[in-house]
Nanobody, 126 residues
Framework: QVQLVESGGASVQPGGSLRLSCTASTGTSGQYIMAWFRQAPGQEREGVATIGNDGDTSYADSVKGRFAISKDNAKNILTLQMNSLNPEDTAMYYC????????????????????WGQGTRVTVSS
């Protein structure tokens, strides 16, 4: 069982930046695949970015070039650097982990993840 705790959510103005962190209770450097999802009010949860133990990353089209996912295996910390934020990025952001291999093409789908954090809120508004 992996427990995930997100932090770093805040209110920022359009064009601003935020760095989200997710701390795992146990090592996730083996077969684990880690990801960030987000869910805006009234909308489905959507995949934002994912990183595997092989270092492969994948991003939603809406955040490519603006967001960057990274993982520190020694500290069990997953991060999401978010730049050039806009109001459409407003959502609850969740960290997720999967304990076995998954083809890259499926890694932004929420149903494939086994463990979830409680979320951290990001609000982008002027």
């Amino acid at each position: 069982q992996v427990q995930l705790v997100e932090s770093g959510g805040a209110s920022v103005q359009p064009g601003g930046s935020l760095r989200l962190s997710c701390t795992a209770s146990t090592g996730t450097s083996g077969q684990y695949i880690m990801a960030w999802f987000r869910q805006a009010p009234g909308q489905e949860r959507e995949g934002v970015a994912t990183i595997g133990n092989d270092g492969d990353t994948s991003y939603a089209d809406s955040v490519k070039g603006r967001f960057a996912i990274s993982k520190d295996n020694a500290k069990n910390i997953l991060t999401l650097q978010m730049n050039s934020l806009n109001p459409e990025d407003t959502a609850m952001y969740y960290c997720a982990a999967r304990s076995s291999y998954l083809l890259l093409q499926f890694r932004l789908l929420a149903s494939f993840y086994h463990f979830w954090g409680q979320g951290t809120r990001v609000t982008v508004s002027s």
